[in-house]
């Protein structure tokens, strides 16, 4: 899948590249404390040091398979933050997953919602793509008040879904599919016209999040 480039006054979106390898490293390395509660792990697998260029390097080949899309938000001539599209499939499903991170200078800019909103616009109307879903964390409010503002709809919460921080973590999942924005999510954000409490959350869930999972016994 060719990686491509999407600008927005404020923000370029385009696909990493190796020469990215070592503002990534700068990035990641100079806001672990700030990304490290939101960094998917791998159960037993201990994390050593980042290598950017290996990771680079597997991104590109999901990408070249297919599978994957793998971007860099760059504001301001900066890297400030990726946006990784996973699972990407066709036929009869034609979804992706979207996850993504930004550095802590840049929080509440609202760059990850244009970055978002310019992906998934991107994934409707240039691949084909049918559905867009994003999982996020309980705790993690700075990415729930991004679904909010672009009118992700809520669809369930996820027990243990993702490996996080070193343990298996509970997900609220949002999604859209194509026939809920066919004037593009970017557009529908930036005039004001995203319906309220779509992404919104029942107190259910909210319980169920709060609490553990309870496991029957060995």
């Not at 991107?122 to 909010?148: D, K, M, Y």
């Not at 992700?152 to 973590?169: K, M, P, Q, S, V």
Request: glycine share 8%.
């Amino acid at each position: 899948m060719a990686l491509p480039t999407l600008h927005h006054r404020q923000l370029i979106l385009r696909g990493v590249r190796m020469r990215d390898a070592k503002a990534m490293e700068r990035a990641l390395g100079d806001n672990r404390a700030w990304l490290s509660p939101w960094e998917a792990t791998t159960p037993i697998i201990r994390t050593g040091i980042f290598d950017a260029r290996a990771s680079i390097r597997s991104l590109l080949r999901a990408a070249k398979e297919g599978v994957a899309l793998p971007l860099v938000m760059v504001a301001d001539g900066e890297l400030v933050g990726q946006l990784n599209v996973s699972q990407i499939t066709y036929g009869s499903l034609s979804s992706a997953t979207l996850g993504y991170w930004v550095i802590e200078k840049v929080a509440g800019q609202g760059l990850t919602s244009l970055a978002v909103a310019m992906a998934s616009d991107h994934l409707f109307f240039e691949t084909g793509l049918h559905r867009v879903e994003i999982c996020i964390r309980p705790e993690n409010t700075a990415s729930l008040r991004v679904v909010e503002k672009l009118g992700f709809r809520y669809e369930g919460l996820r027990r243990r879904f993702i490996h996080i921080d070193r343990a298996w973590a509970d997900h609220f999942c949002f999604a859209l599919v194509v026939e809920e924005v066919p004037g593009g999510i970017l557009a529908r954000y930036e005039k004001g016209r995203v319906p309220p409490g779509v992404a919104a959350i029942p107190d259910t869930d909210w319980v169920k999040a709060r609490n553990p999972l309870s496991l029957p016994p060995l």
